[in-house]
């Protein structure tokens, strides 16, 4: 075999490893997130069993709402902090507005710092688990119930909450538009 035929496969086998490893990245990232508790990801989500709370301590909450270029929407939390005991169930709401002459839809994507306290923030019902549509003009509060879990680090006092709103209209199929149309 002559020295091109052979670089020739070396490089082939190159380019598809690294296809390969480009692939697999964004799983093995989560992975690595939810086992170090980097990145602020949020993974509790959804029903959690409520025992008694914790008055011997209260966690602050910062609710923070962040403005995406090109996000032409009014949004924010309706409360800026809020005091909780961990295993208290707390109720709360962002508002957003679109003041915009056109149909938007728009995804709320959440991040907890610091990143250790993540794993600990145990959201039962958010806007985040949706697509938020809102015709032009519209405006809606946006429900969040949450529980900070009895197992936060006792040196966790405060903990911040903050929502990135991106636009995702031109993703968004027209039968998600044409829902919302019907129910107004």
């Not at 020739?8 to 997130?33: K, N």
């Not at 270029?69 to 809020?82: A, L, S, T």
């Not at 199929?173 to 919302?180: C, G, N, Q, R």
Request: hydrophobic fraction near 45%; glycine fraction near 8%; charged fraction near 20%.
């Amino acid at each position: 075999m002559s020295a091109h035929g052979r670089l020739v496969r070396r490089l082939v086998l190159g380019s598809v490893l690294m296809f390969g490893f480009g692939f697999a990245l964004v799983p093995l990232y989560d992975v690595f997130c939810e086992v170090t508790g980097l990145n602020g990801k949020i993974t509790n989500t959804g029903p959690v069993a409520i025992s008694a709370m914790d008055t011997s301590r209260q966690i602050k909450v910062r609710l923070i709402a962040v403005h995406n270029e090109g996000m032409p929407w009014d949004f924010g939390p309706m409360d800026g902090v809020i005091r909780a005991h961990p295993g208290e169930m707390k109720q709360t709401a962002f508002m957003a507005t679109n003041p915009t002459g056109r149909r938007m839809v728009a995804q709320a994507i959440p991040s907890v710092a610091p990143a250790e306290a993540a794993q600990y923030l145990h959201k039962v019902n958010c806007f985040c688990f949706e697509q938020q549509a809102l015709m032009a003009g519209e405006s809606v509060e946006m429900p969040l119930l949450f529980v900070i879990d009895k197992k936060l680090p006792e040196h966790i006092r405060s903990l911040t909450l903050s929502y990135t709103l991106f636009d995702i209209s031109p993703e968004v199929s027209s039968a998600v538009l044409a829902e919302k149309e019907q129910r107004l």
